[in-house]
C-alpha cells in the first residue's frame, strides 16, 4: 500500500543517560529516519508538540516524570505515534502494562542492537502503513463526495427542467424519469423500473420507444403525443451510445405544445371564417363578370376592354380556388371534411380520374396513361370525395407542372401487406431536392423560371397530406429537377379485399 518513496520519519530517544540516547540515535539513524533527544519527560512531550514524531523510544526510570506518565499524556494528547518501552529487567511488569495501555513493544535493557533496529523498523513500517492508510482513506472519501455532489448536481437540473425526461433501458425498462414528465404522465417516483408500456398508453409511441431502446435508430424520432385535457407533447427519442457505439437505451423528451397548437387552431379557424365569409361575394363578382363579358362578346364592344375584363375574372377565379383550398384544409385539420365513410373501388376512381383529365392533357398535347398490375379490384374505406380530391391533385399537377408533349403515367400497384400503391409518374419540370420535403407545406411553391407563370395555391399537397394522414395512408416523392417526378401514395386496403 507504499505509494513514493519513503517518508523521512522521526524517532524521539526519551532517556536520562545520554550516553544510551547516543547509542540508540547511532543504530535508529541506520533505519533512515531521523532521531531526535530529550532528556526527561516534560522535555519529550514539548518536542511532541513542536515537530512531527512517528515512534518514541521511552524509558521507564526517569527522574521527574517518570515513563508511565510521559506515555499516559502521550495517548490523552492523542498524538499518532508508536512508544516502545525501553526497560530494565526490574520495570518489565510495568513494561507490559504500558504494552496493555497501548505501547507499541518493549526492549530490555541492556539491548541487542539487532533486536532494537528491528523492533523500530517494525513501528517505523506501522506507522508508515496507518499514515497511507488514512490518506488513501481521505482521497477515497473526497472523491465520493465529489461524485456525489456531481451526481445530486446533475439530479437537480434533470429534476428542475421544464421538459419531461424519460431513460429507458434496452428491455425497455424505465430506469430514469425527472419530476416533469410525472407529472405529465401522472406517475410516482417509484414507478421506475416499470415497462414503457406501464406509464404510456400511446402503444404507438411505446413501440418506438421499444426499438430505439433496443437498437439505435439512424434518426432521432419525432412524435405528437395527445393526452387528456387538451395536452399536446412533441416526443423526442435519441438512442443511448456506449463506448463502442452499442445502444444502452433510449432518452425520451417531452415537449409541451398545446399552446403552441391552441394558437395554430385558432389561425386555422380565423382563416376558415375569414374564407367562408370571402366567397360569396366573391363568386357573384366572378359570375357577374362572366355575364358582363359574355355581353361584351355578342356586342362586339373593343377588344381591349373584353381583355381587362377577362383579365379580371381571371385573377377572381384564382382568388375563389385559394379559398376553396383554404376551406378544404381547414375542414381537414378539423377532422370534419371527409366522414362518409365507404367502401371505394380504386381502380374504377382512377380509370375516371384519368378520364377526368383527359382533355386538358390533349390541349397541352401530352400523353396521359393509366395502367393497373392484373385483375385485381383493391378496395380503400374512404369518403369518396377526399380519395377524388387526392387524386385529382395529384394528377392535376403532373398535368399543370408538365410542359407540352410531355408524358403522364398512373399506376396502380398490387396489394402488397395489406396496401396498395398508386404512383403519378410524370417527365414535367421536377423538383429541386432542397424543395422536395417542403412541398408538403402549406403555401409552399417552388419558384423558379419554368413555375413563374403556372397558378396554384400552394395548398393541394398539404390537403393531400392531411388526407391520407388521417387514412393512415403516406406520400413520397422521387423527382428529379429537370427530369420529371413520381409521387408514390399507399392505402390501407380494406379487409376482405
Ligand atoms: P400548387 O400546385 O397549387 O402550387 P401544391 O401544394 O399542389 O400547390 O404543390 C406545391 C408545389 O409543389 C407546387 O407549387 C410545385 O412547385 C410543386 N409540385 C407539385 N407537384 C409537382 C409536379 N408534378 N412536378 C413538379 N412540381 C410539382
Not at 228 to 248: A, I, K, S
Not at 270 to 276: C, E, I, R, T, Y
Not at 461 to 480: A, E, F, H, T, Y
Amino acid at each position: 500500500m507504499q505509494s513514493g518513496p519513503k517518508e523521512q520519519l522521526n524517532v524521539l530517544v526519551v532517556d536520562d543517560e545520554e550516553n544510551i540516547r547516543l547509542a540508540v540515535d547511532r543504530i535508529v539513524r541506520r533505519l533512515d529516519c531521523g532521531v531526535l533527544h530529550a532528556r526527561n519527560g516534560e522535555q519529550a512531550l514539548e518536542t511532541l508538540q513542536k515537530q512531527e514524531v512517528a515512534v518514541v523510544l521511552l524509558d521507564l526510570k526517569m527522574p521527574g516524570m517518570d515513563g508511565m506518565e510521559v506515555h499516559r499524556r502521550i495517548r490523552e494528547a492523542g498524538y499518532n505515534v508508536q512508544v516502545i518501552i525501553i526497560t530494565g529487567y526490574a520495570t518489565i511488569e510495568t513494561a507490559i502494562e504500558a504494552m496493555k495501555q497501548g505501547a507499541f513493544d518493549f526492549i530490555p535493557k541492556p539491548f541487542d542492537k539487532e533486536h532494537l533496529r528491528l523492533v523500530v523498523d517494525r513501528a517505523l513500517n506501522t506507522i508508515r502503513l496507518e499514515r497511507d492508510r488514512f490518506r488513501l482513506e481521505k482521497e477515497r472519501r473526497r472523491a465520493l463526495l465529489d461524485l456525489d455532489t456531481e451526481k445530486s448536481r446533475i439530479r437537480t437540473i434533470l429534476e428542475s427542467l421544464p421538459n419531461g425526461v424519460i431513460v429507458t433501458n434496452t428491455e425497455g425498462s424505465v430506469v430514469l424519469m425527472n419530476q416533469t414528465a410525472r407529472q405529465i404522465l401522472d406517475k410516482k417516483e417509484d414507478d421506475i423500473g416499470c415497462e414503457i408500456g406501464e406509464c404510456l398508453e400511446d402503444g404507438e409511441l411505446c413501440e418506438l420507444i421499444r426499438s430505439q431502446s433496443r437498437e439505435a435508430q439512424q434518426d432521432d424520432i419525432s412524435y405528437e403525443l395527445q393526452l387528456g385535457g387538451g395536452h399536446f407533447y412533441m416526443v423526442r427519442t435519441n438512442p443511448v451510445l456506449g463506448e463502442n457505439g452499442e445502444c444502452l437505451g433510449s432518452v425520451v423528451v417531452f415537449g409541451d405544445i398545446s399552446d403552441l397548437k391552441e394558437m395554430d387552431r385558432l389561425k386555422s379557424e380565423f382563416v376558415a371564417k375569414v374564407s367562408h365569409e370571402l366567397r360569396s361575394p366573391l363568386s357573384t363578382i366572378h359570375e357577374q363578370m362572366a355575364l358582363v363579358l359574355q355581353d361584351m362578346l355578342e356586342q362586339e364592344q373593343p377588344e381591349k376592354e373584353q381583355r381587362i375584363l377577362s383579365r379580371a375574372k381571371e385573377k377572381t377565379k384564382g382568388m375563389l380556388s385559394l379559398i376553396e383550398d383554404l376551406l378544404d384544409l381547414s375542414r381537414v385539420e378539423a377532422g370534419s371534411a371527409y366522414t362518409e365513410v365507404q367502401r371505394v373501388d380504386l381502380r374504377e376512381m382512377l380509370n375516371s380520374q384519368v378520364d377526368f383529365f383527359r382533355d386538358r392533357a390533349v390541349e397541352k398535347d401530352q400523353e396521359l396513361s393509366f395502367e393497373a398490375s392484373g385483375e385485381e379490384q383493391p378496395i380503400v374505406e374512404a369518403d369518396p370525395r377526399a380519395l377524388e380530391s387526392v387524386l385529382s391533385n395529384l394528377i392535376g399537377n403532373a398535368v399543370k407542372y408538365t410542359p407540352e408533349q410531355g408524358r403522364i403515367a398512373v399506376r396502380l400497384g398490387p396489394v402488397q401487406d395489406g396496401q396498395v400503391r398508386v404512383e403519378v409518374e410524370d417527365n414535367g419540370i421536377g423538383i429541386e431536392e432542397k424543395e422536395q420535403s417542403r412541398i408538403f407545406e402549406r403555401f409552399y411553391r417552388s419558384k423558379n423560371k419554368q413555375t413563374r407563370n403556372i397558378s396554384g395555391t400552394g395548398l393541394g399537397l398539404p390537403i393531400v397530406k392531411g388526407i391520407l394522414d388521417d387514412m393512415g395512408g403516406s406520400i413520397s416523392l422521387r423527382s428529379q429537377y429537370g427530369q420529371g417526378s413520381t409521387f408514390v401514395v399507399q392505402l390501407p386496403v380494406a379487409s376482405g379485399s
